[in-house]
């Protein structure tokens, strides 16, 4: 068991680019979370997957966040035409059932510059 | 919609005195309640749960919290605080799916 992983730790980029963050959850975890958080705040949901289905998303997931889960194992974020509100740390944790622990990984640190 | 609420958003200590942290949710039904604790520049990881089992619910690191349903609080507790406690802590409550976060509380532990 090696844990939530993501990647990449940190991304800087400018203001109108597309960004994409990879979040691997702990092997046979079936539930997989995306939550932000920004400086002195707590984490905000913005979405999660049961397998592959997506089956909540957030308010605050506008039209320019997409997340999938296609093979039920790995996740993306893709995040396009970025903007300076969305610098935050993003995290992702697993669950092996609803309501059990989730388990974060280390998180991705985006800048819009 | 669930919600957590944190007194005090910092909290400072001195090393060896006791840690108090507090925590408020709003609930019709008897949630999961959580701790967790950040460091600087990384992830989150569980202190302790709350899932009904126990009232006074022991986690890592020494750190314990009772639920009190009468008063909706679930108040994070260490006797003696070490240099080492010094993070981010956060409670959180199940919603029922995902995880509702509070503010979080910074804690410092003076030497």
């Known amino acids: 068991d090696t844990g939530v992983s993501q990647d990449p730790r940190h991304k800087i980029t400018k203001r109108g680019q597309n960004v994409t963050f990879r979040c691997d959850p702990i092997s046979e975890h079936n539930r997989l979370y995306w939550y932000r958080q920004t400086l002195g705040q707590g984490p905000e949901f913005l979405t999660y997957?049961?397998?592959?289905?997506?089956?909540?998303k957030s308010r605050l997931l506008s039209d320019r966040f997409s997340a999938e889960r296609p093979k039920g194992s790995f996740s993306t974020l893709e995040i396009q035409r970025t903007e300076q509100g969305d610098s935050a740390m993003y995290l992702c944790?697993?669950?092996?059932?609803?309501?059990?622990?989730?388990?974060f990984g280390p998180g991705t640190r985006l800048l819009v510059l | 919609a669930q919600s957590v609420t944190q007194l005090g958003s910092h909290v400072s200590v001195s090393e060896g005195a006791l840690v108090l942290l507090r925590c408020n949710y709003s609930s019709s039904v008897p949630p999961y309640l959580f701790w967790y604790v950040q460091y600087p520049n990384q992830g989150l990881q569980l202190l302790l749960k709350y899932t009904s089992a126990a009232t006074l619910v022991k986690g890592i690191n020494g750190f314990e919290a009772e639920f009190k349903k009468s008063e909706t609080s679930f108040h994070l507790t260490k006797p003696s605080a070490h240099m080492s406690d010094a993070a981010e802590y956060f409670c959180?409550?199940?919603?029922?799916?995902?995880?509702?976060f509070g503010p979080g509380t910074s804690l410092s532990v003076i030497p």
């Open positions: 997957f049961q397998n592959e289905a997506q089956l909540e």
């Open positions: 959180a409550v199940s919603d029922p799916d995902k995880v509702i």
């Open positions: 944790a697993s669950s092996l059932i609803p309501q059990e622990t989730q388990y």
